[in-house]
T-cell receptor, first 116, second 112 residues
Framework: EAGVTQSPTHLIKTRGQQATLRCSPISGHTSVYWYQQALGLGLQFLLWYDEGEERNRGNFPPRFSGRQFPNYSSELNVNALELEDSALYLC???????????????FGQGTRLTVV | QKEVEQNSGPLSVPEGAIASLNCTYSDRGSQSFFWYRQYSGKSPELIMFIYSNGDKEDGRFTAQLNKASQYVSLLIRDSQPSDSATYLCAVRGSSNTGKLIFGQGTTLQVKP
């Protein structure tokens, strides 16, 4: 069974540009989470989608946005890129509530975004 | 108060010892608790999950949950140098929020 896949693995953009990051969840998973991990820091919650709806967002400016498609894949868009947006962007997927109430989340390999 | 708190470490233990990692959380309605391991430059890997009070064992790993104290821990027995990594505690909030929140992680160093 394929795991969570993210593309691209690396992305270099210049300040002020827009970046689009993509995530395909594990087959059958309906929830997708996005996190930002700056170098040496923890995972900061960005966005949570389930069944095509944005369910919650973290404390990030509106230039961070995204969507979830009918096939549950997801896209994260970052507009007006700033140097401090350079980070590893991680996507995770889960069932909202699985058999036995289980809802473990599994991560993709991440997209490393560098803003120059 | 942070939603999920961990001691950043580093926690240093000798090879073969027991490593004890701790985590506290603020949302009393939280239902699901996870431990992830993250090697430098890699994405987090799920190693344990626990949903009920008490202990859950899987190989060398034991997760402990105390919802009354809002405390979850991870014990690693017979620690190996390959266990050296950052361990992330994650908590899924109560059903009306549902977001999965991570602590800052504890860096574990296992010395040969």
């Amino acid at each position: 069974e394929a795991g969570v896949t993210q593309s691209p693995t690396h992305l270099i953009k210049t300040r002020g540009q827009q970046a689009t990051l993509r995530c395909s969840p594990i087959s059958g998973h309906t929830s997708v989470y996005w996190y930002q991990q700056a170098l040496g820091l923890g995972l900061q919650f960005l966005l949570w989608y389930d069944e095509g709806e944005e369910r919650n967002r973290g404390n990030f400016p509106p230039r961070f946005s995204g969507r979830q498609f009918p096939n549950y894949s997801s896209e994260l868009n970052v507009n007006a890129l700033e140097l401090e947006d350079s980070a590893l962007y991680l996507c995770a997927s889960s069932l909202l509530i699985g058999p036995g109430g289980r809802d473990e989340a599994f991560f993709g390999q991440g997209t490393r975004l560098t803003v120059v | 108060q942070k939603e999920v708190e961990q001691n950043s470490g580093p926690l240093s233990v000798p090879e073969g010892a027991i490593a004890s990692l701790n985590c506290t959380y603020s949302d009393r309605g939280s239902q699901s608790f996870f431990w992830y391991r993250q090697y430098s430059g890699k994405s987090p890997e799920l190693i344990m999950f626990i949903y009920s009070n008490g202990d859950k064992e899987d190989g060398r790993f034991t997760a402990q949950l105390n919802k009354a104290s809002q405390y979850v821990s991870l014990l690693i027995r017979d620690s190996q140098p390959s266990d050296s990594a950052t361990y992330l505690c994650a908590v899924r909030g109560s059903s009306n929020t549902g977001k999965l929140i991570f602590g800052q992680g504890t860096t574990l160093q296992v010395k040969p």
